[in-house]
């Protein structure tokens, strides 16, 4: 047998162990040992039930995303889940940790299933624009009903192993910590009522009721419309539940669904988000921050700013448990800033997500202060004031006089200079910046910016304590906007200069919606404010001039759109005469519209651009880091894989052309790559 795979036979139980770390995916070695395994306990007479179980932290968590894409070697999942399902002994799956995908598809070529109450269970393939391919779609709803077979699959979120109980996808629950016990008194137990071989593929009750009814999966799809739009699973997802129930038998089923997976597994949208299910767990390697470097303990957090951006920002550490020392210049701020941060949570428990004990509990770990003076046994500060770099340097220097030694000082700045701001201390190397996206408790991007002396230890303890804390760490170097706001600038200026030369408003946000944003960058200035948006300088602008004209957008009066009570939009007249008049001024001549692509291109192509220069420049430690910043930044729409996953598939030399026919130089490095032949990402 492989070396993955241990057999040991307990009281005439067979329990087969998969052991393949990290999380037991199911690449070539744990087929083969399950291949193996399964023929070794069925030709044992001795063994009445075969439990199969996985060491380590979880049961099997997928198929090897790995090996997609690739040739697969024999045995595949399907040869190795007949051996499964055809045994004739009993089978049970012994469930820990997340049964995922082809995880909880092996779960279900078992006759039984049990779990502990920690574990949970689900197929989350639509998660990377697939559908479980190994009969997933046609088991699950048989199991649980089509309704709930859709949400499940459609949903792609791990259930919880109680509420996986109660919708039948598991059948027994095993106490905690004595699963390998449980499961085999459970096959025991089998042996003696000489339980039937119920295989899920023979299940019928379940699906009847939906048969003949095709308004199910139109209803579904309808319902979630707004969810799926752009993505492909969604669509074959309920094509393939429909095939489990209309279908004239199992294998007719099992023939569909491989051939809508295939078809996702073709397309550039799952290329984009499984290329992307890896980008996110790379941010965290910094190549010269080895993960053994030792880390700082953070123990009690300071906050300085209880507006919008530190109350979010201090809510993060709220909801791990760590204490917060929340800073205001004002008890009137103070009182305001913390008010807001138990509405939240008030909000969060009404909506039974939290108890009112949870509420307390949190809100218990803010230590409010009105002087930095309150800071000095903190073992990590996140400024949140002014962003304005006198007050910064300011505030930098009064913490390096009052915190402890040992302590991490951070600037939660958007734009400005770190090394500056650390040149303010006499401990450059305890400075960060740690540059949250607002709103800040929800957003899950989290920039790391290493200035030129933040030490190894505190790079390292940054970028922990962010996963700590749920978010996604993504290392910046210093520059102006770092990586994601600086990116997306020339997005923002290029779509006012772009309505100068003729397409409109509406158009420019249709194409970029339709592109997949949630919306275009009009909609978008409209709903911050264009006031806020800081388009009132001195040189004449698009913004500014609506500015003056009163228009502050869906807040007072409208901006580029005007809107009626139910918040419609149309565009405005004003607008118009805005832009009519900014052209005209500019000897900017009106060439009229553009078609989508071309839009998309003019506003998009420069994104890709200011991206190979955050590479060339060493901002960015590699490319699908800028593609992280964008999608959890910006939401830049995941299954085009953010911008220079999305560059390399329109090829960059394409893209090369398409920015000198706008008057742009291309980087360096977009012109070599362009040259060689080469791509961004893998
Ligand atoms: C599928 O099953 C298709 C079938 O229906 C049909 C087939 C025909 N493959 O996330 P972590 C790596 S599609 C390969 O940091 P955690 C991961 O890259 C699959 N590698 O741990 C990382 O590597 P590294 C459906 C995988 O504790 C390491 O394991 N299943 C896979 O935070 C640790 O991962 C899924 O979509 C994989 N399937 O979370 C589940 N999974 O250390 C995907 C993980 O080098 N996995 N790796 O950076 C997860 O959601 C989480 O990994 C899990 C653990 C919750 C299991």
């Known amino acids: 047998m492989s070396d993955v795979g241990s057999i040991s036979i307990e009281d005439g139980i067979g329990v087969l162990t998969i052991d393949n770390p990290p999380v037991n995916a199911l690449g ?112 699950l709803p048989r199991v649980v009903g089509v309704e709930a077979a859709l949400e499940i699959i459609g949903g792609g979120k791990p259930i919880p192993a109680k509420k996986a109980l109660e919708y039948g996808m598991i059948d027994a629950l095993a106490e905690e910590g004595k699963l390998r016990e449980d499961a085999i008194a459970f096959a025991k137990k089998i042996v003696v009522e000489r339980a039937p071989l119920l295989r899920v593929r023979d299940r019928e009750d379940k699906i009847a009721p939906a048969r003949g009814h095709p308004e199910i999966y139109a209803d579904y799809l309808k319902k979630n419309a707004r969810a799926f739009r752009g993505y492909k699973a969604p669509g074959n997802i309920a094509k393939a539940v429909e095939a489990s129930v209309e279908s004239p038998d199992f294998e007719t089923g099992m023939t569909r669904e491989h051939a809508l997976f295939e078809e996702l597994l073709n397309s550039t949208e799952s290329a984009a988000q499984r290329y992307y299910f890896f980008a996110e767990r790379e941010t965290g390697k910094v190549p010269d921050v080895p993960s053994g470097t030792p880390t700082i303990d953070i123990v009690r957090v300071g906050v300085i700013g209880a507006g919008t951006m530190g109350g979010g920002i201090a809510m993060n550490f709220l909801n791990v448990g760590t204490p917060v020392t929340l800073v ?22 009404k909506k039974g997500r939290m108890t009112d004990a949870q509420v307390e509990q949190r809100m218990a770990l803010i230590t409010p202060a009105l002087g930095l003076e309150a800071l000095a046994d903190v073992d990590l500060v996140i400024e949140a004031v002014f962003e304005e770099i006198g007050i910064k340097k300011d505030v930098f220097g009064k913490l390096d006089a009052i915190c402890k030694q040992g302590a991490i000082l951070a600037s ?86 772009l309505v100068l030369e003729g ?5 420019v946000d249709k194409a970029i919606y339709d592109y997949g944003f949630a919306m275009g ?26 500015v003056k004209r009163d228009r502050l957008g869906q807040k007072k009066n409208g901006g580029f759109y005007d809107y009626d009570e139910r918040r419609n939009a149309t565009f405005s007249p004003v607008a118009a005469e805005v832009i009519a008049d900014l052209a005209r001024h500019k000897g900017v001549e009106n060439k009229g519209g553009l078609p989508a692509d071309a839009i998309v291109a003019r506003l998009l192509y420069p994104v890709v651009n200011e991206g190979a220069k955050v590479l060339q420049e060493g901002i960015a430690l590699r490319a699908s880091d800028i593609d992280v910043a964008a999608i959890l930044g910006y939401n830049w729409p995941i299954y085009t894989g953010g911008p220079m996953f999305w560059a390399d598939t329109v090829g960059l030399d394409k893209v090369v052309e398409g920015l000198r026919a706008m008057g742009i130089e291309p980087a360096e490095i ?8 080469e791509r961004f990402t893998r």
Not at 328 to 349: S, W
């Open 503 to 507: 397409p409109t408003p509406p158009e």
């Open 28 to 139: 070539l070695r744990a087929r083969q040992a399950l291949r193996d395994g399964f023929a070794q306990l069925t030709a044992d007479d001795s063994v009445r039930a075969i439990v199969l179980i996985c060491a380590g932290r979880t049961f099997f968590a997928g198929a090897d995303i790995s090996e997609f894409g690739k040739p697969i070697e024999q045995p595949d999942l399907a040869a190795v889940f007949g051996i499964v399902e055809n045994a004739t002994k009993p089978v049970i799956a012994a469930i820990h940790g997340t049964a995922l995908g082809g995880g909880y598809e092996t779960a279900l070529v078992c006759h039984y299933r049990i779990a502990v109450p920690s574990a949970k269970v689900g197929l989350p393939e639509v998660n990377l624009g697939l559908l479980p391919g190994a009969g997933g779609t046609q088991r």
């Open 521 to 546: 960058p009009f909609q978008m200035i409209d709903l911050v404010g264009l006031d806020v948006i800081g388009r009132g300088g001195n040189e004449r602008t698009l913004g500014g001039d609506l």
């Open 670 to 677: 977009l012109v070599g790559k362009a040259k060689a032949g």
């Open 328 to 349: 205001e210049m004002t008890q009137e701020a103070l009182d305001r800033g913390i008010g807001v941060i138990r509405r939240n949570y008030e909000a969060t428990a």
């Open 412 to 497: 939660n700045t958007s734009f400005l200079d770190l090394d500056e701001i650390a040149a303010a201390t006499k401990r450059p190397e305890w400075v960060v910046g740690l540059h949250f996206f607002s709103p800040a408790n929800v957003m899950r991007l989290l920039e790391v910016v290493r200035g030129r002396k933040t030490s190894k230890e505190v790079v390292a303890t940054a970028m922990k304590l962010a996963k700590a804390i749920g978010k996604v760490p993504v290392l910046a170097g210093v520059c102006y906007g770092f990586i994601a706001n600086r990116i997306m600038r020339p997005y923002m200026t290029g779509a006012d200069d």
